[in-house]
């Protein structure tokens, strides 16, 4: 039974990682004619209506309570939902076409970023082998980011914020996840759900202050219409499946092994980019084989170092 749950549990994290390495791509072709703040707005918005449906249906309308958590959900869920969406998708569409991997890598270098901002936030400091992994990880987003071009710094000034607004909302994901720890007692399905719309509330306010202010401009029902397939997969397939299925399968698998599986979102991205007329450079390629080298080492350390704590049976 156990090596059926986790032949599954493999299966569906492999369905979640592909869904969210073919979700750049995708988020490309619908940001030629929308803004990335609708764009997520709207995407997550059909998302949380989808869940709540779910959830209801699951667990009964009592799964709506907040019980007295609501800022702390509401915090989470507005990492999550407005500042990962909202900076990721405006700093691949700032960039352009190299946005595209650049994303995909970030998203999964997230395992070495979470190990990164405990270090800061619980001083808890990773084990010497892990420290070289990051390193060795963050050498790869260098070299994907530059190029190879050491004066990429000092004359490309204007790709700079791009990146930067790329990691915060890196770390915007990573907070949520992070803070599914502290709702540990709530099925995963209801976390999502509260979260999710909680947070896509706050990412409505935005959007319509900066409409009312002239910033963005509501899109035209010819435009929706433009981006409907894309849309669709990034609600129900890089949204709600990915979502349900990365859920399930880690929970089958465990974490520490689930998320090797994140290693395959960069390699979707590169198919897809490839198929789509995208040339890549050598060091797209050593770059990212780079990062995902130091996540599958890293990992490998950890189930080790995890194996050594479990009581030894005879």
């Not at 791509?25 to 803004?35: G, N, T």
């Not at 869940?51 to 249906?57: A, E, G, H, S, T």
């Not at 407005?82 to 998203?107: H, P, R």
Request: charged share 10%; with cysteine; aromatic share 14%.
């Amino acid at each position: 039974m156990r090596s059926v749950q986790v032949i599954k549990g493999a299966i569906l994290c492999l369905i979640a990682s592909i869904a969210w390495g073919a979700m750049f791509p995708v988020a490309e072709q619908a940001l030629k004619h929308i803004d990335p703040f609708y764009f997520s707005f709207l995407r997550y918005a059909s998302v949380s209506v989808l869940l709540l449906i779910w959830l209801v249906i699951k667990e009964g309308t009592k799964a709506l309570r907040l019980e007295g958590r609501a800022m702390l959900l509401w915090f989470y869920g507005t990492m999550a939902f407005t500042v990962y969406n909202f900076f990721i998708f405006l700093g691949q569409n700032l960039l352009g076409k190299s946005g595209v991997i650049l994303a995909s890598i970030m998203e999964a270098m997230m395992p070495l970023i979470s190990i990164l901002i405990l270090w800061i936030h619980k001083r808890a400091r990773p084990a010497g082998f892990t420290m070289g992994c990051m390193i060795v990880a963050f050498s790869g987003v260098f070299m994907v980011v530059t190029k190879g071009d050491i004066g990429f710094f000092s004359e490309a000034k204007n790709s700079l914020l791009p990146v930067l607004i790329i990691f915060l909302g890196v770390f915007g994901w990573v907070v949520y996840t992070i803070g599914g720890n502290s709702f540990s007692n709530w099925s995963p399905l209801r976390y999502s759900t509260l979260s999710c719309v909680l947070g896509t509330i706050t990412a409505g306010i935005i959007v319509a202050v900066m409409t009312w202010l002239g910033y963005l401009e509501i899109p035209k029902f010819k435009t929706l219409v433009l981006i409907r397939w894309e849309m669709t997969f990034m609600i129900l397939i890089a949204g709600l499946a990915a979502l349900i299925s990365w859920n399930i399968g880690v929970k089958y698998m465990k974490p520490v092994n689930g998320i090797l599986f994140i290693n395959f979102v960069p390699v979707t991205t590169f198919a897809i980019s490839i198929i789509q007329g995208y040339t890549t450079t050598m060091f797209d390629v050593a770059g990212t084989l780079l990062i995902i080298t130091a996540l599958i080492c890293n990992n490998l350390y950890q189930r080790k170092t995890l194996q050594k704590r479990l009581p030894q049976t005879t």
